[in-house]
């Protein structure tokens, strides 16, 4: 899979928007774009993904730049629940990765009430 | 609700002693996935099953193994082979046998232990 590159920490307020910025420069065009996150002790959770229009779910939505080398996951209203490390990951649509995730470091994103 | 459960929560381990981790899964999802995280890493792939009675080695199988008899379950198992077993162990399936842009569904994963 091909390299993210995410900031380290983010702090936000309760209530108020975050976004989650991720580089991926050398995205090729066939990638998807996912973003999963992981609380304390538990599994990752899927968050959402994307290949080139922006998408929205009800966890969040994903904005992509028109080059596609940068997204960026935006949590509209964050609560105490969505302090977690965010993962940005791409994918390859079929090929021969076996579906395997790349997990980099992630994004700690700090919730203060 | 479908889900991946996997058991025990806790596990602890003592020398030249395998372990036995359990991964199942109500999803009828034909991928299944290990995973290794250590303390601030990111996941490594260790093991993967595509469809029953097959099974691949991922990034670091050296030191684990695993069997595929039916469709909801995929055991690992941690062998005395592997010296450093201690880390975050995590269970994953996906719907296609070749996912694409297909979401995994993790478990809450196991926490393995050396005495």
């Known amino acids: 899979d091909a390299k993210t590159t995410q900031p380290n920490s983010m702090e936000s307020n309760e209530e108020e928007p975050v976004h989650l910025p991720c580089n991926h420069s050398?995205?090729?065009?066939?990638?998807?774009i996912h973003w999963y996150r992981q609380l304390p002790s538990q599994g990752p959770e899927y968050v959402i993904h994307?290949?080139?229009s922006n998408v929205n779910n009800r966890m969040a939505s994903l904005a992509i730049a028109e080059d596609r080398k940068s997204s960026t996951l935006i949590l509209h209203r964050a609560t105490l629940r969505d302090a977690a490390v965010y993962y940005c990951?791409?994918?390859?649509?079929?090929?021969?990765?076996?579906?395997?995730?790349?997990f980099g470091q992630g994004t700690i994103l700090t919730v203060h009430p | 609700d479908g889900g991946i459960t996997q058991s025990p929560k806790y596990l602890f381990r003592k020398e030249g002693q395998n372990v036995t981790l359990s991964c199942e899964q109500n999803?009828?999802?034909?991928?299944m996935y290990w995973y290794r995280q250590d303390p601030g890493q990111g996941l490594r792939l260790i093991y993967y099953?595509?469809?029953?009675?097959?099974?691949q080695k991922g990034d670091i199988a050296e030191g684990y193994s695993v069997s595929r008899e039916k469709k909801e379950s995929f055991p690992l198992t941690v062998t005395s082979a592997q010296k450093n077993p201690t880390a975050f162990y995590l269970c994953?399936?996906?719907?296609?046998?070749?996912?694409?842009?297909?979401?995994?569904?993790f478990g809450d994963g196991t926490r393995l232990s050396i005495l």
């Open positions: 050398t995205i090729s065009g066939t990638d998807y």
């Open positions: 994307g290949l080139t």
């Open positions: 990951i791409l994918r390859i649509a079929g090929g021969t990765s076996y579906g395997k995730l790349t």
């Open positions: 999803l009828n999802h034909d991928a």
């Open positions: 099953s595509q469809i029953v009675n097959d099974f």
């Open positions: 994953a399936s996906t719907d296609s046998p070749v996912p694409s842009n297909q979401p995994q569904h």
